[in-house]
């Protein structure tokens, strides 16, 4: 394929999967698409009240979004949209700006969802997409059972019917509700917990119901029976969706704005990038398709720029709905496509009947979602795994419910970041020579083994950059004491940087002043190009790069000093025992191989 169509196709991806789609498959979309539709409207409902945004908003997000991301993203399966993460930080990030819900904190959204989108984008134009691969799973599962505590949290006013202030902290909250138990209302406790059993008995016992759906039709059922049986009650209702295509929208091109959210929409990209490619590459392990994360930028990042303009709010790859799409049989993007054109006419069927659903029972319906969100099985594999990882997730999962959540996402991130450095930056520096008590002399690092008095030989398994050099310095001084030549198997160096190059450069001429040598062996290609490209292969000597320990260790032995090895008897090397003996020793091995063979 030429280099022009593959730009045009990472340009426009619908060319490498529209020959997938024929009437079989198109059939296969349209039923998944349609069952995509149905389950996001109670979901979007529910991720628009955690966001703070008015209910319509959570379906709009589910429209555009998703088209344009199944149009200009790389997975089959994944579908953008309104998401619980996404939609608790938002809250946590525009609530001290502005009241929840009203017009002000609406276009606050929209403006940060535009910069998002732009920094998505950016991300992606600029071939970023292995950024994720540095945020430690941790961090996600941490950060998610934090936001599902705080989701529970949040809803604990419209379950049981008392009042607590706007912007109460996590302790805040659950103090006030301890104090003012007595007065909570039996009422919305009901509907609630009716909503939240309704909830549980449909998923453990009817899996194939959409369980959030009869969730709510059994909360809102009793709603409407118990204000009819007592008036005097006030059961508030979450009210009547707009029935109409998302309207158009504009962000707040203002610089104040900007500036008051940029933190906010660096911790929301780097969330939502997180959550919309990890789950692409785990539904491609099940389909058998390889996710181009540069790609999964791009489109996530024109779903938010395309959406702002049509009402939505921060929008990724849901794990529900992308996992149900997957499940229902969805066979190319076409099925999230068709799940956004179906969305407004369905919404023009429902929507008037949201008036009826009680927020109680949208309270119950979230406290479900927050048990969903609690990753009880990788918490448990975590605390078991090692110390780094706790710590990443602990410190995640405390930040959230106590920082600021977009702080909390950036902390992870840091942490995750300083042990991956803190793990690459030390490399396993291993010193070895030939094992007189193997037949071949194959190479050992155990520590019986003898070790020439002229001659260390060292193996560095591991990238040798910037942050690597101080240890690999240090390894090498305590591994060659006075022992002035030194040959290192780079085999398994896969990266070189500046600073490894200088550090090979300094360790040559330092040698070559003590009268010995620095000696490179099976250096692979990039570690070649990138010294050759620089000027350090003049500074090194060709003469001591070597392909095979074999060629390396004979011309080595030359450069040696022959009157200290006429006076040691530790004969390390084949070299060390004499052509004679050499060609016996030879001659027996190809003899026993043989016999063998």
Known sequence: MSSQAIALRHLFPLLYWWPMVNRENLKSDLMAGFTGAVAVLPQGVAFATIAGMP???????????????????????????PTTAASIVIFSVLSPHAEPGSSHYVQLALTLTFMVGLIQLGLGMARLGVLVNFISHSVVIGFTAGAAILIATNQVKHFTGLTIPRGASFSETWILVMQHLTEANLTLIAIGTVTLLSGIITKRFFPKLPYMIVALLAGSILGVVLSHLNPKV?????????????????????????????????????????????????????SGQNINGNQEFIGQGLSNLFGCFFSSYVATGSFNRSGLNYASGAKSPMASIFSGVMLPPILLLVGPWINYMPNAAMAGILFLVAWGLIDLHHIAQILRSEAAEKIILITTFTGTILLDLEVAILVGVFLSLTFYLARTSRPRVLFGVPDAQCPVRSFSTEPYVTECPQLRIARVDGSLFFAAVDHVRESLQQGCGDVKHLAIIASGINFVDLAGAEFLAREAHKRRQQGGGLYIIGAKDQVWEILAKGGYLDILGSNNMFQTKGVAIRLIHEKLRHEQCQICDKKIFLECLGQTYQDQLLNNISNTQTIHH
Do not use: D, M, Q
């Not at 209910?55 to 949209?81: K, N, R, T």
């Not at 911790?267 to 099940?286: H, K, N, W, Y």
């Open 234 to 286: 006030a059961i508030s209702t979450v009210g009547a969706l707009p029935i109409s295509l998302p309207p158009l929208s504009a962000p707040l091109f203002s610089l104040n704005a900007f500036r008051e959210l940029s933190t906010g929409a660096l911790a929301v990209a780097l969330l939502a990038l997180t959550e919309a490619v990890s789950i692409a590459r785990a539904l491609g392990v099940r």
């Open 55 to 81: 209910p319509e908003y959570g379906i709009y997000a589910g429209i555009v979004p998703a088209i344009i991301a199944a149009l200009f993203g790389s997975s089959w399966h994944l579908v953008s949209g």
